[in-house]
């Protein structure tokens, strides 16, 4: 949401604060790829998700895992990133894997987007001009009615240069 305030675009999967930004601004105006959160629920019911039947599946993403394993991308220390390989295949509990395909091909949407500076440029405006519904200010102020059960205040602190016993009169 930070990024969005400043215009950036997202590419991200359907959960959390992205189905928020994504109400917001318009599934136009973001990247979405993956599976839905009723594929993931799916996924797990049948309990049948393997990560290396991705991987065997997609040369591209076998031999980047592979790289990972083998310290390709951290040569003075081999097993630095060891821990990402894993747990993308021992323990992919986000179900990583099975969102690769979608990714690249959402990726080379963004790069297809991005050379046409003109809808670049509206997405971002878009991005920036429905991000108000993030803003500290009105999050803050839910909180304090919806959770805290105070109503706001909007009194101005005194200056802080002057002494205590007068800005209390």
């Known amino acids: 949401m930070k990024f969005q305030l400043n215009g950036a675009l ?3 999967t359907l959960d959390g604060a992205n189905v928020e930004m994504a109400e917001e601004m318009g599934r136009e105006n973001i990247f979405i ?3 839905t ?16 039947d991705y991987i065997n599946a997609n040369p591209q993403l076998k031999q980047v895992v592979e790289q990972i394993q083998n310290g390709f991308f951290s040569p003075g220390s081999p097993d630095e990133f060891k821990d990402i ?25 963004v790069s ?3 050379q046409n500076q003109t809808k670049w440029l509206e997405m971002a405006i878009n991005n920036i001009g ?11 102020i839910d909180y304090g ?3 805290w059960g105070v109503k ?16 209390l009169k």
Do not use: C
Not at 47 to 52: D, I, K, L
């Open 37 to 52: 959160v009723q594929e993931v629920e799916e996924l797990k019911k049948k309990n049948n998700y393997n990560s290396y």
């Open 85 to 109: 390989s894993d747990i993308l295949l021992k323990w992919d509990h986000y179900f990583l894997l099975a969102d690769y395909d979608s990714y690249i091909k959402k990726q080379e949407e």
């Open 10 to 12: 997202t590419i991200g």
């Open 33 to 35: 790829f993956g599976m």
């Open 130 to 140: 429905s991000a108000g519904k993030f803003s500290s200010d009105r999050t803050i």
């Open 112 to 114: 297809q987007i991005y």
């Open 145 to 147: 009615k919806d959770i």
């Open 152 to 167: 706001p205040n909007y009194n101005k602190f005194p200056d802080p240069s002057v002494p205590r016993e007068l800005a």
